[in-house]
Every structure is written in structure tokens, then in C-alpha cells.
């Protein structure tokens, strides 16, 4: 068969040399100039660096079994955990379960109070009894107002704006499940880095899939998706140079966003709104190459409405910065609407936003201390999954014959990432390649 793929990310290029694996034609449009989608990568002081943050838990075993079929699995480095967390004006530890007993922003009892509750997520493995409450007033019953208040809420409305109280209990719990499943029995945790960082993974299956006789093409946006008596049987793709072109194919799998397929095929009013039971938050990533570093800790969670920012990861205080020209390498997080007025500002505007706050987290930060800027704008970067989301979750074969989708909303009860966009690819492909 002769396969196409609307995608070059992390879904689309796994499913793709699978395709390419088990001997069919395949061909890959990436309407950007670059592959790997959100974990792609920059050039940083002659080191190669993701545009968002990237890291792995110890049991994300897709991208971790497909390295290890790539060749690549070596590149791996685990490296213990640092977290923090911000609020009243403070920086707390927030790696192990000693830190949280040291949480000096809630009471001892809120505190012991806290550990039980995340230790009781660890032991629920049915999600789906889950379903019909948010995670807010989950929280609230189980865990009370004064946690909720000082940890999860600020945290919550961070990541989802205005929607976070729509945001379903499903989603919180596989979270919980990912932190604690990355730790050992005395609640240290460790998180992964390939060392030539994860360009490497996609590079790397770029050249499989062409050295097996498929197509990687960038800049090569797809227009519409063809179709003839209910039956994909091709793409119209823009390339480079201009010109259109209809290619021919046996199946097709588009990894767009929800909002964005229905603009490349007509689809039943049913499927519409199963694509539409789920909005996406937008995404505006700044990284920072300092002359020193802001923090001792790798991730910060901030909990303080007055930081216009979610979180800050540096880089640096997980991977060496030799491996970035000496640069200390901070990223600055947010989770935004796409209209906000964060979303559509430039580096400049943003960096006046952000840099006043930084003095927050060290007292001695110097605005000279920052030699350059990368920003980054993600339009479709975090699913609001609602409540009783099995429901109504788009099925991966549309109504459309050998036409499939693959995208992050399909990735439940799990949060979306890398690893779980490569086990969803993988496993589309192979039902594809079933009939369906």
C-alpha cells in the first residue's frame, strides 16, 4: 500500500516508520521546516535545544522501546529530580515526601493531609470512577479548601486560564500517576535526557523512513484531503515551491489538531462535535541564555497569582550547560487563550512582562544577566479534557474510509506528551494496517 501522513511530530513520524517497517509506501507532509512538533528543537550555544521543555519519566516506555529499536537508546541519561514550588512569596522544596513535610505555606496537618491524598491516587487504578467530577471539586472534597486554595487551584488556573474549573478528575489522577511511578521507594525521583537531545529520536527516524523508500517532506502543508464516494483516496499538498499537487494513497492518517481537521475534509455533523467536545489551550514559551543561574531547582511550579508566568524550568539544573556554550538555559512557561493578549506579543514586550518577576526567585537577578532570547508560540499545546470524556473521545477511524486521526485529545486518561503521542501512533498504525 502507499500510506500518507498529515504530521511530522512525534505520532506521525513513529506511525510512519512502522509504515515504512512493514514494507508500504509512505510519505510524511510537515507544513513546518522542521520535524519533532512540539519536542522540535533550536540551535543553543552549539548544542541542540527543544523549543519546550522536554524530559521523560522512568515508565514512559514508547519513546523509550522505540529509541532502544532506533539505535539510540544509549543517548539516555536519568538524572535525580529538583522541584520547587513558589507561594507567599517564598521558594519551597518540593522534590521529596521530607520536603513536603517541611511546606511551611500549609499546616502540619494540611500537610500530612496532602501526602495521603496523593499516596490514595497512586493506589486508584480505576480512573473511570473519576469521570463524572472535576478535578477542583475533587480536590476540594478530598483534600480540602486550604490545600486546594494554596496549591492546586493556583496551579490549575495556570495551566488551564479560565476553563480550569471545567477541567475533568481523570486528568489530575494521571498525573499523579506519572510523578509517583517516576520514583523510588524512598520518593526520589529521577527524569531522562538524551544527551544529544531529542532531535536526535527524530532525526534519527527520518532516516529510517527514507532509507526504507518513504517520503519526508517539509514545508509541505496539506490543503484538503481527497476523497471520492465516502473513500480518502489522496492528498492535496502545497510544496515549497508553490505549486500544488494531488498525491494518490491507500489510507491516510492526519495528526492535526481537532479544530484544524475539519478544515481538510468534510465531515458528519456527529464527528464535528466530538472533535469540538475538547478546546485546546494555547502555549507561549520563552528561554533565556544567562550568564548565571536563577535557581537551584530544575522545575518550579509557581502558585502565586501575581506571577504572570506558570512555571520556570532550568534546563541547566538537569543537563550540564557546556553542552549550551556555557549558557545557563531558562524556561520561561505559560499555558494562554490563543486571543490573550501574552499570546500575540512579541519576544520584547514579553520579556518586560516577565523579567520584573524574576527577582522573586533570586534576589541578586540582574536583567544584564540574560544574553539572548528564543520565544515560541504553540497554538494547539494542552487538551481541556472534560468530564466523562470516554464518551465522547473522536474515534481514531473517521467516518471517512481509510481516512484515521491521531491526535493529542485522543490520549486518555494519560495527559499528552511525547511518549504517549508515539504509543498512540504506533498503535493507530497497526490497526490500520489490521483493516481498522
Do not use: C
Request: proline share 5%.
Amino acid at each position: 500500500m502507499r500510506i500518507g501522513v498529515i504530521g511530522a511530530g512525534a505520532a506521525g513520524l513513529a506511525a510512519a516508520y512502522d509504515f515504512a517497517s512493514a514494507g508500504h509506501g509512505v510519505a510524511v507532509y510537515e507544513a513546518a521546516p522542521f520535524v519533532g512538533g512540539q519536542a522540535s528543537t533550536i540551535e543553543v550555544g552549539g548544542g541542540r535545544l527543544e523549543r519546550g521543555y522536554h524530559h521523560l519519566f522512568t515508565n514512559d516506555f514508547a519513546i523509550l522501546d522505540l529509541m532502544d529499536d532506533l539505535g539510540t537508546g544509549a543517548s539516555m541519561r536519568w538524572i535525580p529530580s529538583s522541584v520547587g514550588i513558589y507561594t507567599d512569596q517564598k521558594v519551597y522544596r518540593w522534590s521529596t515526601p521530607i520536603d513536603l513535610l517541611r511546606f511551611g505555606a500549609l499546616s502540619l496537618r494540611d500537610r500530612v493531609r496532602m501526602g495521603m491524598v496523593a499516596k490514595r491516587l497512586q493506589r486508584m487504578k480505576d480512573w473511570r470512577a473519576l469521570e463524572d467530577i472535576t478535578a477542583a471539586e475533587w480536590i476540594r472534597e478530598n483534600a480540602g479548601a486550604s490545600i486546594y486554595q494554596k496549591v492546586w487551584e493556583p496551579l490549575l488556573r495556570g495551566k488551564f486560564g479560565d476553563r480550569f474549573e471545567n477541567v475533568a478528575m481523570p486528568w489530575f489522577w494521571s498525573k499523579i500517576q506519572t510523578r509517583f511511578a517516576s520514583r523510588d521507594r524512598l520518593g526520589r525521583e529521577k527524569l531522562g535526557y538524551p544527551v544529544n537531545s531529542f532531535d536526535e529520536v527524530f532525526d534519527t527516524l527520518v532516516e529510517r523512513i527514507r532509507s526504507m523508500g518513504g517520503e519526508v517532506h517539509l514545508e509541505s502543508p496539506v490543503a484538503r484531503v481527497l476523497v471520492e464516494n465516502g473513500t480518502a483516496n489522496g492528498l492535496r499538498v502545497k510544496h515549497p515551491d508553490g505549486t500544488e499537487t494531488g498525491e494518490s494513497f491507500d489510507l491516510v492518517l492526519s495528526t492535526v489538531p481537532s479544530f484544524a481537521f475539519p478544515d481538510l475534509v468534510d465531515l458528519p455533523e456527529a464527528y464535528r462535535k466530538k472533535l469540538n467536545a475538547v478546546e485546546y489551550m494555547g502555549a507561549v514559551v520563552m528561554i533565556l541564555e544567562m550568564t548565571h543561574p536563577l535557581t537551584s531547582v530544575y522545575w518550579m511550579n509557581i502558585a502565586d497569582h501575581e506571577v504572570p508566568f506558570l512555571g520556570l524550568i532550568e534546563h541547566t539544573n538537569l543537563m550540564p550547560k557546556e553542552m549550551y556554550g556555557g549558557s545557563n538555559v531558562l524556561y520561561l512557561t505559560n499555558y494562554v487563550e490563543r486571543p490573550s493578549e501574552l499570546f500575540s506579543m512579541s519576544s520584547e514586550q514579553l520579556l518586560d512582562v516577565y523579567a520584573p518577576h524574576l527577582s522573586r526567585f533570586n534576589s541578586e537577578f540582574d536583567r544584564s544577566w540574560i544574553t539572548r532570547v528564543h520565544h515560541n508560540r504553540v497554538s494547539a499545546a494542552q487538551p481541556v479534557i472534560p468530564m466523562n470524556y470516554s464518551q465522547h473521545i473522536p474515534e481514531h477511524q473517521t467516518p471517512v474510509s481509510n481516512l484515521f486521526l491521531a491526535n493529542t485529545t485522543q490520549i486518555y486518561p494519560e495527559d499528552r506528551g511525547t511518549n504517549y503521542s508515539v504509543r498512540m501512533g504506533r498503535e493507530v498504525a497497526a490497526a490500520m494496517l489490521r483493516g481498522g
